[in-house]
């Protein structure tokens, strides 16, 4: 299905990096490893990349990396992209200074859950963990997202999900977006960044 939505020459999400990215990143330390999850066609891992970050991204679709490695390469930037199904990652391959996960709620709730606890473990002691997604209301703004709102987040589920964290920020609101044809319009965000304990 992704690989099909990503096959178009349009990025579907846009070329520049999600918001909450752009407000957020300035918590990681200066030339981190950054693990994107589920990356798509680039926007967020080649922006991370030139802000001098060392940055490994994974996606399952070749289409998006296809794109994403072309979005590299106009930019002028290096990222480390891995063809890879999600529910087969080595979380335990090596320690990230932050792992980030940018809409990434396509799965069912058990599917979730173990990519969530797969990021905790991809964390190095310390180590930053950025999640942004969708609320339960967004499948009535019709504006991006899955359709199940089962799959959305909430800042109860989160802080369940991350107790053993510390929660840095956590916040449920509403924006405007435009992020590509994907991503347009009023949209219900769910904020998360959280500290691997040290």
Known sequence: M???RFAGEDYLYGTEP???????????????????VAEGEGRNAVWLAAQGFEVTA?????NALAKARRLAAARGVT???HLADIALWDW?????????GIFIQFAPRAVQDRIMAGMKRALRPGGLLLLHGFAPRQVGYGTGGPPDPDQMYTEALLRDRFADFEILELRDYD?????????????????????RPA
């Open 2 to 4: 992704w690989n099909r």
């Open 18 to 36: 999600a918001a909450f990215l752009r407000r957020e990143a300035g918590r990681i330390a200066p030339g981190g490893r950054v693990l994107s």
């Open 58 to 62: 994974m996606d399952g679709a070749p």
């Open 79 to 81: 990222v480390d992209f």
């Open 92 to 100: 335990e391959a090596a320690p990230f200074d932050a792992v980030i």
């Open 175 to 195: 924006a405007e977006i435009a992020e590509g044809p994907g991503h347009s319009g009023r949209a219900a965000l769910v904020d998360l960044v959280a500290r």
